[in-house]
């Protein structure tokens, strides 16, 4: 370690463990660390040792309390070289007077410079970064070193150069930071240069590349805003004019209104916002040391139109706590403590136009005792109430983000179907693999491992795998909205199924022990959907149609330490879930002339004739529109002064006055 921290991990149940720290010292006829025994404390001269259990990893914290800064004239307690310590350390973790594990840290800590004395004058002049590039040499990352292929690096001195001096780094990265532009005469880079290009290209200087005018000189202002916060508004009237989809939903204290949610790497967040119209249900795992509750039930929400609405909350006790609760240790039943927490909460927000109108919930509570995991659910829906009817409610016919798609079996007396991707758990083995729904518009990906023997028949394998990967799809129909009808056939579109090899076709049966080719082991579902109207501002989405499809890969038995009969081998199996956006309608083709006639396209040229009187235009604001229109009529009367003085009778009425 180099720091007066470091932390490190006990992997396993930290029950009746004893941890401990020894400082060590080397013993100086052989050589070698002395040993320590299980009776340390948790300090050790200027050394502590804290502990944080968790649930199956235990966090161990060793922190060094010294000062480590240089010593001054007459001063103690600080430290009188650089170097300032230089100790080795041992963790002991004991369970009586057996050792389970031991950590060796070697320390290498030096003390912490602070400059005291005079500041130079020669501060370091950072040039105007309108008028000059502020990094004239990119590829100089390492301070105080050269930097291999960076010819403009001034540490690099001329031998070193001469190393890579045919290779080095070409364009802005290398140092050209104020390359050519093409309007410029004296330019090459372009592959067709216009007849007209030498009567309006650029005489200037490379200093004054137009490059430069990509630089923003705005203004800047200090951020003081608390996280979870928006700042109040200071103009008189209603906090909120409505919500959007989207927008975080508001408590009465100005802050997010949170629900415990998932993040991207698949943990729970406990202040994760609740956004607007956008339902979600998802598990949350926890023991009882590390249960926290959530946001206070009495906080009252803001309703959009600057009224505040209560919860209205009702409380419900779980009887059966197998569905919320996994395996537990074995413990003692007189050292088990057990208490009362939250199972599930349901939260139902109904709402009209972009206001809430009302809040339900409802707690679901139950025991948890220690050494248990508790799996939390929480779900939160948003209802719509009609105009014309307050007692009654319907939700937007479309697909919402997150809401599971619906499926259906049309060729089974019950039509109910499911559309599932796999949820491994434990080892990741398929046999212990749960299932979880296909949620709408989020692409996902999982997959589960087969275990699979040496001596394998290749097409049983083949209908092993095609048996699992089918499992999961057990429809033959999607619903094409949220709200299909199962007696209506018009509400659904059928699934476009590709099937994988089989016996019947022509796949190689793998002759060689432990190769099978052809093995379908990656499934792939592929949702085209598109938005055909909205509902209340709310986009309408619908699916269009579903296709799956297969996958092969060509499996091979991995031998481990050895390899007889016996041995067992891993075959991993996924599948992928990919949502597609198309236009509701089909784009409208292009002309003859748009597509033969490119020259007149203004998105694939650079000269545009149809823009010939952009600068008269309202939408040019390079320049004041006052400008521009004087500019253009001084334009206008010079071109008709020039076409009347080229008349044949302008030069006889000339000729005329002349006489």
Known sequence: MSGPRVNSFFLGNSSGVNFSLVLSSMDEETGKLQLANCSGSKRADDWNLNVTPGMDASK?????????????????????????VVETLQVLACRGSVMLARLLIQAEIY?????TGNVSENATIIPNQVFQPLGSCPCNLTAGACDIRCCCDLECTPDLKQLFNGSCFTGVFGGDVNPPFDQLCSSQSMEYIPDWFPFL?????????????YFYDGSTSTHS?????????TSP???????????PIMTEENEYFTIPQQSMAGQCVGNAPVAYLQNFDVKCFTNLASYKEGLPHDVRINSGAGDFIRQNVMYKTITDVGKFITESESLHTAEVLCQNVTFAEDYTFIWKDNNIEQLNVTVFLGSLCHGEVLTQRFTVKFLCLKSTNAGELFVNPGYQVGQPVRAANMNASDTFGSLNIW????????TSATYTPVLFGLDSLSGCILEVGINEDCSFLRGNVTEKLNSLIQATHIGKRDNSNYTDLNDWVEIIRLDPFNSDTNVSTGNLKG??????????IRIIFADVGAVQGIPLRQILAVQISYSTVIWQFQCGLICDNSSISFLPITASVQFIKVPAQPPIPMTRFQINYTEFDCNRNDVCWQQLFYPLTRFYTGEPYSQCLAKGLSLAFLVLLAAIMSS???SKVWNSSLV
């Open 237 to 247: 009237g209603k906090l909120f004019t409505g919500y959007r989809q989207g927008d």
């Open 515 to 524: 190769i099978c080719p052809d093995i379908p082991a990656n499934l792939n």
């Open 111 to 115: 003390a912490n410079s602070s400059f």
């Open 225 to 233: 805003v608390a996280p979870f916060k928006i700042p109040l508004q």
């Open 60 to 84: 161990v914290t060793i922190s060094l309390t010294r000062n480590l800064q240089l010593c001054l004239p007459n001063a103690t307690d600080c430290c009188a070289a650089p170097l300032c």
């Open 648 to 650: 044949p009778w302008f």
């Open 201 to 213: 290209c650029v005489q200037s200087s490379l200093n004054n590349t137009p490059f430069l005018g």
């Open 423 to 430: 949820q491994p758990a434990g080892r990741g083995l398929c």
